[in-house]
């Protein structure tokens, strides 16, 4: 059911103003500072519709209500608008992502807490120890019935082994001929790519051999992936939550804290995205444990090839707008200044 202008325009206000206030929104404040035209009792109608159809939520503690995942993805899909930085916020940010940094690494971690400070919440950086590699060959060797080496062989000459065990025997041939499917799949992809392929849907095989790919080498294929790439995760602003009022329960901040401290776990997260901007809500997030948080995460660039991830995560209630401004303009930037500090150096030599 498509939603009425009338409908549209309280429900941004009841999202603008639960964003600003984190309290339940009534239909009086409605009324009062937002000129919709209409009477209190009118908007109280509308809410009850608007509620009856998933968008609000209505607390028991209050009269007011609050805003559903529904109403936020409703929201970052066709209301939001993104909010252009000021010239004094740019030059701000250009000052600092450029301030005595020489390493591209270094200027990721650099946005990150520049991230984390104008937008008061967890900020993440995700780059690779070094420029992003790409699978030359993969092989499966046999060491004998019931086990084989799988080796994988990157274009910079990285060479990763790992012994799979196989709850069937395989045949050299079996074994030649999946190595000679993955190869063929998976060459001139880079590691981070490779991790997000559909691996099983790539190949065709008798049912045996691919019993025997799916359930032995699969898993250890995708650790293996994930032990080359060999990412620096970097956070800043953990503590911001404190001053959220979502989390001024300190079990549910103590939660929130675990969860962004299982590095391995948030890295596989951010891996898996898809490139751009991103922005995910609340049950939308695979993980359970962030399914009352919002994750946006968008991918950087050098030399026109995507490096890594920089990204928030935070409440539901979160300024979509605003945070993917500076999230896109981070973006956009540490490439020019990876440019600007490899030019400093050609300079000085």
């Known amino acids: 059911m498509d939603l009425s202008e009338r409908k549209l325009k309280i429900l941004q206000a009841i999202i603008a103003d639960f964003i600003r206030t984190a309290e339940p929104v009534g239909s009086r404040t409605i009324s009062k500072n937002y000129e919709l035209g209409v009477s209190p009792a009118t908007i109280r109608n509308e809410m009850s ?31 939001m608008s993104k909010r252009e930085l000021t010239s004094e916020e740019k030059d701000a940010i250009a000052m600092q992502l450029h301030s005595n940094v020489t390493e591209l690494e ?52 990285k060479v990763s082994n790992t012994s799979v065990h196989l709850n069937k025997p395989a045949s050299e041939e079996t074994l030649r001929i999946l190595a000679k499917m993955m190869t063929y799949n998976y060459r001139g992809k880079t590691l981070s790519e490779a991790l997000t392929f559909d691996i099983i849907k790539t ?13 032995d080498i699969v898993p250890n294929f995708v650790r293996t992936l994930e032990d080359m790439l060999n990412v620096n995760l970097y956070m800043d602003g953990l503590t911001n939550i404190f001053s959220i009022p979502e989390y ?45 948080c919002s994750l946006i995460t968008a991918t950087y660039h050098v030399d026109g090839k995507m490096v890594g991830k920089i990204g928030v995560i935070g409440p539901t209630r979160m300024r979509y707008g605003e945070v993917t401004s500076v999230v896109e303009y ?15 150096k050609d300079d000085k030599s």
């Open 49 to 79: 519709d608007l509620e009856e159809l998933g968008y609000l939520t209505h607390p028991h503690t209050s009269s007011g209500r609050v805003p559903s995942e529904k109403a936020y993805r409703l929201y970052v899909n066709e209301m």
């Open 330 to 344: 981070l973006t956009d930037n540490i490439s020019k200044a990876f440019m600007i500090t490899e030019g400093d």
């Open 248 to 292: 001024n329960d300190l079990d549910k901040a103590k939660l929130f804290l675990e969860m962004v401290s299982k590095k391995e776990d948030f890295t596989k997260t951010l891996i898996n995205r898809d490139n751009g901007v991103i922005i995910t809500i609340g049950n939308e997030n695979q993980n359970e444990l962030m399914q009352d």
């Open 106 to 157: 270094n200027i990721v971690k650099r946005a990150a807490h520049i991230l984390s400070e104008i937008t008061n919440l967890t900020a993440f950086a995700l780059t690779p120890k070094k420029d992003q590699d790409t699978l030359k060959y993969i092989n499966l060797l046999p060491v004998d019935e019931s086990t084989v080496v799988l080796m994988l062989v990157s274009e910079s000459g």
């Open 203 to 215: 190949f065709k095989a008798d049912a045996e051999s691919m019993a025997m790919f799916e359930k």
